[in-house]
C-alpha cells in the first residue's frame, strides 16, 4: 500500500559518462579512475588494492569527479556469462574520477541511493538489462537511455531507507559467512594434503583394509 510505479530516468537528477584522462607525470590535477576492473560486484561497493592514477585538467575534475553515493553502471563491457551493466555505489571519502566504460547515476531526492542501487542489482539478476545491450565488435554497450525508461515500483522514503538497511545487514551476515567457509574450505585442503604426505611416508600408522566382497 502506497507505493507509487515511476520510470527511472524520473528519479534520475543527472547521469554521465566518465573519461579515462592522461598518463599521470609529476604536475598536479593526478587522480584515482576508478574502472570496472575496482568493481566488488559481491559487495555492491567499490574496491580495490591496486587503483589506477591518470591526470585531468582542472575542468574535467570539477565536471567528473564522483560525489559520495554515486551509482556507477558498467555501460561497456561484460562477457557471454557476465552481461554489461553491473552496478555499485561509491560510497567512499577520497577524490576520484572514472572511466568512460562507466556511466555515473545522481538520484533524486525522491528515491535513496541505497534503495536504488538494490533496485539496479534486482533488474540485473532479473536479466532485464540484456534488452539493452547493443554488440559491437564483440564488446557489449548498454544503451542507458532507454534502460531508464524501466519501471520501478516505489515506496516512501522512510520505507526505501528502511529496505536498503534491511538488505545492508543480511547480505553483510551473508558475505561473513561465505567468508567463513572459504576458510574452512582452505583448512580442509591443507589437511587433505597432511593426510596424503603422512599416509604415504609412514607418518602415521594407517589402519588394515579388509577385502570387500562386491
Known amino acids: 500500500a502506497g507505493w507509487k510505479v515511476y520510470r527511472l530516468k524520473n528519479l534520475v537528477k543527472s547521469h554521465e559518462g566518465g ?24 559487495k555492491f561497493s567499490v574496491e580495490s588494492h591496486d587503483y589506477t592514477i591518470r591526470n585531468y585538467t582542472t575542468d574535467q575534475i570539477k565536471s567528473f569527479k564522483l560525489q ?28 576520484a574520477l572514472y ?23 534486482t533488474l540485473y539478476y532479473a536479466g532485464v538489462n540484456k534488452k539493452y545491450i547493443k554488440q559491437t565488435t564483440g564488446i557489449q554497450n548498454l544503451d542507458i537511455t532507454s534502460y531508464l525508461y524501466e519501471k520501478v515500483p516505489l515506496p516512501s522514503l522512510p520505507e ?19 567468508a567463513d567457509i572459504h576458510r ?26 579388509q577385502n570387500a566382497n562386491y
Do not use: M
Request: glycine letters at 4%; a negative charge; hydrophobic letters at 40%.
Open 19 to 42: 573519461i579515462w584522462g592522461l598518463e599521470p607525470h609529476d604536475k598536479e590535477n593526478n587522480i584515482i579512475c576508478i574502472r570496472v576492473a575496482d568493481f566488488n560486484f559481491e
Open 68 to 95: 559520495k553515493n554515486a551509482i556507477l553502471i558498467e555501460k561497456s563491457g561484460g562477457g557471454e556469462t557476465s552481461p554489461v551493466r553491473k552496478t555499485v555505489i561509491f560510497d567512499h571519502d577520497w577524490s
Open 99 to 121: 572511466a568512460n566504460f562507466i556511466e555515473a547515476i545522481y538520484p533524486t531526492s525522491a528515491v535513496d541511493s541505497k534503495f536504488l542501487l538494490y533496485f539496479f542489482i
Open 160 to 178: 526505501q531507507e528502511a529496505i536498503a538497511a534491511y538488505l545492508d545487514e543480511k547480505t553483510t551476515l551473508i558475505d561473513t559467512l561465505i
Open 184 to 209: 574452512q574450505i582452505e583448512q580442509l585442503k591443507k589437511y587433505r594434503k597432511i593426510i596424503i604426505h603422512d599416509a604415504v611416508t609412514g607418518r602415521v600408522k594407517v589402519p588394515e583394509v
